[in-house]
C-alpha cells in the first residue's frame, strides 16, 4: 500500500531502498521558505541499521502490509520475551529489545498486540495506560501540595515517573505507558 510522505508515523513499518524498516521517530517540518516535509528517522529491521531521510507529500512511500495478533505476555526468559497467541495458543519468543523501554511494564497475562510481517515478529503493542504501585519517593511537604510542581518517583518495575506531590509510597497511580508518564491515581 503506498501512503504519501508526510503521512508516515511512528511505529509504521515502510519499505526503504529495498528494506523493510520500523519508523522510529517522525518529526513534521516546515521551514520557512521552502515546502513542508517530514523529517523520519528508521532502523532497518533485518540488520538494525539506522537511517534519516526526508519525505515531502508528494512522495509516495511503500507501507508494509503486517498482521496484527491478539497475544498475552506470559514472561521473561533470558534476553527474551515470550507471547502467547490468544487463537492459536502457540509461544512466540520475542527480543526484549523489539519493545524497548516499554518492556518494564509488562505484567503475565497483560493482553498486547504483535505486529508480523511473513511470519516473523517486528513489534509489540501495550496497552495505552497501565496501573503501578510507587515503590519510592520524596515525603510531601506541607504545603506543597496546592502547586503544580512535580516530584520524581520510582514504581515497582524500576520506572522513574514525576508525579504530584500529594501521592506517597504504596499508593497505585495509572501511568501512559508510550511515554511514561503519570495520568491519574488509580481508582481502587
Known amino acids: 500500500m503506498k501512503i504519501a510522505g508526510n503521512a508516515i508515523r511512528q511505529g509504521m513499518v515502510i519499505m526503504y531502498k529495498e ?17 513542508a516535509f517530514n523529517q ?22 511503500e507501507r508494509a502490509r503486517l498482521e496484527q495478533k491478539d497475544h498475552q505476555f506470559l514472561y521473561e526468559e533470558g534476553e527474551h520475551l515470550v507471547f502467547m497467541d490468544s487463537e492459536s ?29 511473513e511470519g516473523r515478529p517486528l513489534s509489540v503493542e501495550l496497552p495505552e495506560t497501565t496501573i503501578a504501585t510507587i515503590k519510592q519517593t520524596e515525603p510531601t511537604t506541607k504545603g506543597q501540595t496546592a502547586s503544580s510542581s512535580y516530584k520524581p518517583a520510582i514504581l515497582e518495575n524500576g520506572v522513574r515517573v514525576m508525579i504530584p506531590p500529594y501521592l506517597g509510597e504504596g499508593e497505585r497511580i495509572v501511568v501512559r505507558i508510550a511515554d511514561q508518564e503519570y495520568v491519574e491515581r488509580a481508582k481502587e
Open 19 to 35: 528494506k523493510l524498516c520500523l519508523v522510529i521517530k517522525a518529526e513534521h517540518r516546515t521551514p520557512g521558505n521552502l515546502r
Open 40 to 61: 523520519i528517522e528508521m532502523q532497518d529491521i533485518q540488520n538494525g541499521t539506522k537511517y534519516n531521510d526526508r519525505f515531502s507529500a508528494s512522495e509516495m512511500v
Open 89 to 117: 495458543y502457540e509461544q512466540t519468543h520475542i527480543l526484549k529489545n523489539l519493545v524497548g523501554e516499554q518492556a518494564a511494564f509488562l505484567e503475565p497475562n497483560m493482553k498486547v498486540i504483535v505486529e508480523t510481517h
